[in-house]
């Protein structure tokens, strides 16, 4: 049985987590050398985040920053020009603290996305002066960082879960319906009557989230279903889960539960789809 990611996952999200700038926190230093060779560079355009992550050759971190934002919904670019905004504004940032440019970057899609909406968000990468190189549906880039075998990975995204099955290392099927992190903090603000800001904060602050387990259980158990009804034609033996929502205490226990199947969470799992995607920004094609 597939248990465990491949060697070095818990050493790269670990590094992600070190060299990442959450905005609005005060800016991280400037590198002291400046990183040689071909970068590795990914965009993530989220429901509720959007993340640039900036590789080495090796894979491994060297920067990158991610800030809250709704310029997507479901995988669809819905504020165009904010996209843009917010991606230029990242690498010119980014640029300025490893001190070389960054010209080119992958990006990543819900699977199921018709490719025209596909093609905005690469249209989106590209207006804010990268050269999009490539576009991987978000729950397979998952697993370029994960080095999964056989199992699903499900990527719960802000506004979607997505889901992909493996065997022998293959993507052998993939899947994208709604529900996602926006899902539990709409409930959160619904059973508190707050506003949906502030119901993120809730959501992420440890001090309260034992208390909103049971508000945020049905969610869990939405994304469960989804999981279930994707994989029941395949013979499969555990489930990975990515994506911020998912650290979450006890969101692996739900699915497990609902699903009768061993169900992972890595440290991190925020960072695991955005490093996915900058892997997919291959060497051969930067």
């Known amino acids: ?165 493996l065997q022998d290392g293959e993507v052998v099927y993939t899947a994208d319906e709604a529900t996602g992190g926006t899902h539990f903090s709409l409930v959160i603000a619904g059973a508190h009557d707050v506003p949906f800001e502030q119901a993120e904060a809730m959501k992420k602050d440890p001090e309260q989230q034992q208390a909103l387990f049971p508000v945020v259980r049905p969610v869990m158990e939405k994304v469960a279903s989804i999981v279930a009804r994707h994989i029941a034609d395949f013979d499969v033996d555990s489930i990975t889960l990515v994506g911020g929502s998912v650290a979450f205490p006890g969101f692996d226990e739900a699915v497990a539960q609902y699903t009768g199947l061993p169900a992972y969470v890595p440290e991190r799992p925020v960072f695991v789809t955005p490093l996915g995607i900058a892997r997919h920004n291959q060497p051969e094609n930067i």
């Open 1 to 165: 049985m597939e248990t465990t990611a491949a060697p070095g996952v818990a050493e790269i999200l670990a590094r992600a987590e070190a060299t990442f700038h959450w905005l609005p926190d005060p800016a991280l230093p400037a590198l002291s050398e400046t990183p040689q060779g071909p970068l590795r560079v990914g965009v993530d355009l989220g429901t509720a985040y959007v993340v640039m992550a900036v590789l080495d050759v090796d894979g491994m971190p060297v920067a990158g920053e991610y800030q809250f934002a709704q310029v997507a919904r479901d995988g669809l670019v819905v504020d165009f020009v904010g996209a843009v905004d917010i991606v230029r504004s990242m690498k010119q940032r980014l640029e300025d603290r490893i001190g070389r440019e960054l010209t080119h970057a992958a990006s990543g899609y819900p699977p199921g996305v018709p490719q025209a909406e596909v093609r905005a968000t690469a249209n989106a990468v590209e207006g804010a002066g990268l050269a999009c190189t490539g576009l991987i549906d978000e729950p397979s880039a998952a697993n370029e960082v994960l080095g999964l075998k056989n199992g699903v990975v499900v990527d719960v995204g802000g506004g979607t879960t997505g889901v992909a099955v």
